[in-house]
């Protein structure tokens, strides 16, 4: 049986660890990305980073209280705990969303690109 996962409970949420975690762009495009379309699979973020790379960005948002993962099946389901995180610093995650606008999307599309010119360049 998997270990369960731990949340930080509401109070435990601390602002150097929110701010930690959303100092990076990739994190940054995946609360974005959770904030538009709401509970997704972990998968839905694979073209963000590689899928070790991924899971060292989730486990951070995780431990930091920025999102809740949940065990469905074989995949990983993801939410972030806005309410948790505005009921503890209020207007903090609304203000970091929007002043990064299309940043993250934009940083994880020049990732995606410079991995798969790397990949390409392997295979010759």
Do not use: W
């Amino acid at each position: 049986m998997p270990k369960p996962l731990q949340h930080p409970d509401p109070g435990q949420i601390a602002l150097s660890d929110v701010l930690e975690a959303l100092s990076d762009p990739i994190r940054r495009g995946i609360v974005q990305r959770l904030s538009q379309d709401g509970e997704c699979s972990c998968s839905t973020f694979r073209a963000y980073a590689s899928k070790t790379n991924l899971s060292y960005h989730l486990a951070r948002l995780r431990t930091a209280g920025l999102v809740r993962v949940r065990p469905e099946g074989t995949c990983r389901m993801l939410s972030l705990r806005s309410d948790d995180v505005e009921a503890r610093f209020p207007g903090l995650l609304q203000a970091v969303l929007a002043s990064a606008g299309g940043e993250a999307t934009r940083a994880a599309r020049r990732m995606r690109e410079s991995t798969r010119s790397a990949t390409g360049r392997a295979r010759r």
